[in-house]
């Protein structure tokens, strides 16, 4: 049986047009102008898979088109126009009210208009397909991080994993971070910035869908690069790192902040941006030439770690 990347890679993946950038980042790029690139991607949120029957429709209004948005801010892109491709069992007034409330604030929140879709019946399933704009020099790739850049993360990682876990009834923690969790899992934030300007500053990004392991490598098998991370700097609520439940934050899903690896001499300047933007970036490791991931404790022993993030095949 094929995994899912291995499956987009082996039925999918052709050799290119005329476009620039086609399959196999997290979105795709063709040319806007001399200057600009659009940026396009789509994204599925299906019930049972990607979220319970039980997840308020507000929240997964505004969850489906975040989940969009990321992969347009991972390439270094604004966000700008959706369409909305939606199946629905039956058509239950309410619950389409609420589902739109919560796309239509995100979709303000972060300037995206929507401008089309489709609506069937059926079980459901909600799929959105994004365009956005890049700067064609600032344009952040999965094939262009570089030996020795930093390695920075958005907000804070594992708490949606928290959250998913606590839903499926597998997992118990303070009500306070159970509540931050459950909102991390069902309402993702995904920073709001001028994009364009944070990506003058990089050199790679891809979002974190999948857990910061996997989507990390995606990064250094492209770029033909290793990573050290430092479980001391990993952005993590205390409670999880009281308890070292790395798992969580290292393979656990569906965060949507974004990895960036950027150059060393930048370092000041990420600081700085983020301080002037209000949003939290960690700097969790740095770039390697050894093609693989060493995680290190903070005694510098490294952390043996074979868990994976989620495989829609596997
Ligand atoms: P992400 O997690 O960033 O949304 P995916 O893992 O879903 O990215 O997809 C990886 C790459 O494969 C992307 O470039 C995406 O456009 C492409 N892809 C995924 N499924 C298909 C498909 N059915 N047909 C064509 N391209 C696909
Ligand atoms: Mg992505």
Not at 149 to 155: H, Q
Request: proline share 4%; with cysteine.
């Amino acid at each position: 049986m094929l995994k899912e990347f291995e499956f987009i890679e082996k039925i999918f993946q052709k050799k290119p047009s005329s476009i620039f950038l086609g399959i196999g980042d997290d979105a795709a790029l063709f040319h806007k102008n001399k200057k600009e690139f659009w940026v396009i991607s789509q994204d599925t949120l299906n019930i049972n898979t990607h979220f319970l029957s039980n997840t308020d429709p507000e929240n997964l209004g505004w969850k489906s088109l975040a989940v969009n948005i990321s992969d347009i801010l991972s390439m270094g892109g604004n966000p700008k126009y959706a369409l909305l491709s939606i199946s629905v069992p039956s058509a239950n007034q309410e619950w389409i009210k609420k589902f739109s409330t919560g796309l239509f604030k995100c979709a303000k929140n972060y300037g995206v208009e929507l401008i089309g879709g489709d609506t069937t019946r059926g079980s459901l399933s909600i799929s959105i397909c994004i365009l956005g704009e890049a700067l064609q020099n600032n344009v952040l790739l999965r094939s262009n991080a570089k030996l020795n850049d930093d390695i920075w993360v958005t907000g804070e990682l594992g708490l949606a994993a928290l959250g998913l876990k606590y839903k499926k009834r597998k997992f118990f923690a303070p009500k306070p971070l159970i509540e931050k969790a459950i909102k991390a899992l069902e309402k993702p934030l995904p920073i709001k910035v001028n994009m364009k300007k944070l990506a003058a500053l990089c050199n790679s990004s891809i979002d974190l869908s999948d857990g910061l392991i996997p989507d990390l490598n995606h990064i250094l098998n492209k770029s033909a690069l290793g990573a050290n991370i430092f479980i001391e700097s990993l952005p993590m609520p205390k409670w999880i790192r009281k308890n070292k439940n790395y798992p969580l934050v290292l393979s656990g899903g569906d965060d949507y902040q974004l990895l960036l690896t950027a150059p060393k001499n930048n370092h000041k300047k990420i600081i700085k941006f983020a301080a002037d933007n209000k949003i939290k970036i960690s700097c969790i490791g740095s770039m390697t030439k050894t093609k693989n991931i060493a995680i290190i404790k903070s005694d510098g022993e490294p952390l043996h770690y074979k868990e994976k993030g989620y495989d829609h095949f596997a």
